[in-house]
Structures are given as C-alpha cells and as structure tokens.
C-alpha cells in the first residue's frame, strides 16, 4: 500500500517562501513519477508540478520561475519549493503519483499566502 505524507504548509506573505515535502512509503519509489497538485476554494484541483524517474520536470504556466520540485530517491521524499509566492498560490496541495494504474493522494497541506 502506497502512502504519501504531506509537510510544511502555512501561512506566508506575498512575495515569501515556503517548502513543501512528501513522504511517501510501500513501494519502489524512484521507478515512478512524483507530483503536485493543488486545489483552491470553489475552484477544481490543478496540476502544480511534475518529476519523473529520469528526473525531468513539468509546471504549469503558472508557477514557472517560482516553484522548483525535485525528489530525493534514497530518502523517498519529493519536495516543492516555492519561492515569490502570490495570493493566488493560496490553495491545499497534494503530493500524487500513480502506479500500476492506480491514483495515490497524501492528505493535502495549506497553502495560504495573505498580508
């Protein structure tokens, strides 16, 4: 069974910084890809960011320049950075993967970013 623990939500103010880790355990961690997602009030989850077994990486338009994710195989952790943060950032965010056809989600983190 495969579990992912999210860590490192809060509150920030615009323009700072906050970094997001994931735990995850119950399988082979670094032959699957990683990622992010988020999902604000009233609005549907959305992708954040992506990072795969040969370690490239996708973002969503977005967050390009201010959010970096990379992934630690021997740890099992795959963290988001998050730099220059907006208001618009605000949002609970979920670490995924999926394997073997199946959707795995940590319980979520929140992100809010507020004067």
Same mark, same amino acid.
């Given at each position: 069974?495969?579990?992912?623990?999210?860590?490192?939500?809060?509150?920030?103010?615009?323009?700072? /910084?906050?970094?997001? /880790?994931?735990?995850?355990?119950?399988?082979?961690? /670094?032959?699957?890809?990683?990622?992010?997602?988020?999902?604000?009030?009233?609005? #549907?989850? #959305? &992708?954040?960011?992506?990072?795969?077994?040969?370690?490239?990486?996708?973002?969503?338009?977005?967050?390009?320049?201010?959010?970096?994710?990379?992934?630690?195989?021997?740890?099992?952790?795959?963290? &988001?950075?998050?730099?220059?943060?907006?208001?618009?950032?605000?949002?609970?965010?979920?670490?995924?993967?999926?394997? &073997?056809?199946?959707?795995?989600?940590?319980?979520?983190?929140?992100?809010?970013?507020?004067?």
């Amino acid at each position: 069974q495969v579990q992912l623990v999210e860590s490192g939500g809060g509150l920030v103010q615009p323009g700072g /910084s906050l970094r997001l /880790s994931c735990a995850a355990s119950g399988s082979i961690f /670094s032959r699957y890809s990683m990622g992010w997602y988020r999902q604000a009030r009233g609005k #549907e989850r #959305e &992708l954040v960011a992506i990072i795969n077994r040969d370690f490239t990486t996708i973002y969503v338009d977005s967050v390009k320049g201010r959010f970096t994710i990379f992934r630690d195989n021997a740890k099992n952790t795959v963290t &988001l950075q998050m730099n220059r943060l907006k208001a618009e950032d605000t949002a609970v965010y979920y670490c995924y993967t999926v394997q &073997l056809g199946v959707n795995y989600w940590g319980q979520g983190t929140q992100v809010t970013v507020s004067s």
